[in-house]
């Protein structure tokens, strides 16, 4: 069982610590019914303190000079300690345990540096456990261990507190010590007053580094450098240094946190926006609960409709200018047909290929007679493909007079591998729109041949015969012809 309270008050709870110490005390003091006489604490630093002190080993916890906190006691040989302590002097050594795992440490488990703390209060819990309430008094040495059972005795040297002349240097020091912790607590946005003033209030340095080190988050080797720190000057340089980095640290969580609400507020504005334009659409009577209807279910077919990255975020462009805009306006209608497109095109629904050489052979022997020389290229086509599935290859072309089946063996080739198929026919085309598709600014504009073939093989990769290539048309309108170069390049 732990045998402390871990120490992870920020710097802004000096006042509060202190509060919560006195008032546990008092607490302490009415609970505690089964206390004697000879428990009722005495004023720190009245007694003189022995040379022999019980031990009592904490966990992740560095107690400094003037420090007042509850511990929890709990192991057998640290509850022999206090109540040893109790019955003489009332004096403990708090000592820091290198490993917290240890759950029985011995001498050489813990830091040969510590704090002599009076013990003000004691509280016997219901399960066997005590609570006692402790004030840092003086730094001391250990110098050996007088007994170890049933609890640590130590034989220590208090170290005496220096009183270094006040120059510039522990001037600069001080001010500083001051000045990042200001700036910490504005940072956490609680700084106090009150607060400020007990900085300002303590002269010397090394109760300045006392008083801030005691309330850092610290490591527990961190704490016990600056613990074992004899020099108040030195004592206050390493507190310093950990205040450099407490302000980069909460530096850079104000910075997150600002971060992260900016997104929400933003979030929550655009919401709020949102059901201000549905409250003015109901106002205006534009039947506004069809018109997010509509809006949820375009939204929720994008999301099924897996599209592509850089296509998702033009699809989500144009649904915001649709939301935006009147529900019966001719532009309303021409980004509604653009999306309803975008939805039903077969993103990401692809055919697989059925490569079989033996099986398209039976399969074009079945639906047409003769044409050796045709099937032949097909099947070598075919086999091209077999062989190298990411090339692309020719596109075939079949001359011939109509009738011979040239249409139908596009058919058969679209059977043999599996596909969907598809026929275009391109007689009497004469508008080059109707490949490449018109603008999306025209009404009534529609996607090209291509486009509109592939939305109804409902697969990416369709077999497409385009029919009748030699009677397409050229006029004032465009030549289609030369519009083909952009379905017909692989590249």
């Not at 732990?2 to 302490?28: G, I, R, T």
């Not at 795992?101 to 004691?122: F, H, I």
């Not at 929400?264 to 109901?282: G, N, P, S, W």
């Not at 639906?367 to 099947?379: F, N």
Request: aromatic content about 4%; some cysteine; glycine content about 6%.
């Amino acid at each position: 069982m732990s045998d402390q309270k871990k120490n992870d008050h920020p710097l802004e709870d000096m006042l509060s610590q202190l509060q919560d110490a006195l008032s546990q005390a008092v607490d302490a003091a009415g609970q505690d019914q089964g206390t004697t006489g000879d428990e009722q604490a005495a004023a720190p630093g009245e007694q003189q303190i022995s040379d022999l002190l019980p031990v009592l080993p904490v966990r992740d916890v560095v107690v400094f000079n003037y420090m007042i906190l509850p511990l929890f006691i709990g192991r057998e040989k640290s509850v022999k300690a206090v109540e040893a302590a109790l019955k003489k002097g009332r004096h403990l050594l708090v000592c820091t345990q290198k490993e917290e795992s240890t759950e029985d440490p011995a001498p050489n488990d813990l830091y040969t540096a510590g704090t002599v703390v009076q013990v003000m209060r004691m509280l016997k819990m219901p399960d066997g456990r005590i609570k006692i309430l402790v004030q840092g008094a003086s730094r001391a040495r250990v110098e050996g261990y007088h007994r170890v059972d049933p609890y640590l005795e130590a034989r220590i040297t208090v170290l005496q507190e220096e009183t270094p002349p006040r120059d510039a240097k522990i001037e600069a020091l001080l001010r500083s010590a001051r000045e990042q912790s200001e700036k910490v607590l504005q940072l956490r946005g609680v700084a106090s007053p009150d607060i400020l003033a007990v900085l300002q209030g303590v002269e010397e340095p090394g109760r300045l580094a006392d008083l801030i080190a005691a309330n850092l988050r610290m490591k527990t080797a961190e704490a016990q450098r600056i613990l074992e720190a004899v020099n108040p000057v030195e004592r206050l340089m390493l507190v310093n240094i950990q205040l450099e980095r407490e302000v980069e640290v909460a530096t850079m969580q104000a910075h997150i946190q600002s971060t992260a609400r900016e997104g929400m507020d933003k979030a929550q504005k655009e919401y709020f926006l949102r059901e201000q334009i549905k409250a003015i659409r109901h106002e205006l009577g534009d039947a506004a609960s069809e018109g997010e209807e509509e809006l949820d279910e375009l939204r929720k077919a994008l999301d099924k409709a897996g599209l592509p990255k850089d296509v998702r975020k033009e699809a989500d462009k144009q649904l915001r200018r649709l939301s935006g805009m009147h529900a019966d306006s001719s532009e309303a209608n021409v980004v509604r047909t653009y999306l309803d497109w975008l939805v039903e095109l077969p993103w990401k629904k692809l055919s697989r290929d059925r490569l079989d050489i033996a099986h398209a052979k039976a399969i074009l022997d079945e639906d047409h007679y003769g044409l050796d020389k045709i099937k032949d290229r097909i099947l070598e086509f075919l086999s091209v493909r077999k062989l190298n599935p990411q090339s692309k290859g020719p596109i075939l072309c079949f001359a011939g007079p109509p009738g011979v089946g040239k249409t139908s063996l596009g058919r058969s080739i679209a059977r043999a591998l599996g596909r969907h198929f598809q026929r275009l026919s391109l007689g009497g085309m004469h508008d080059e729109a109707e490949i490449r598709g018109h603008r999306r600014t025209y009404i009534g504009a529609m996607p090209g041949r291509i486009i509109q073939a592939i939305k109804q093989a409902g697969t990416r990769n369709p077999v497409i015969v385009l029919d009748e290539v030699d009677k397409l048309g050229s006029d004032f309108r465009g030549d289609p012809s030369s519009a083909l170069l952009e379905v017909l390049d692989p590249e």
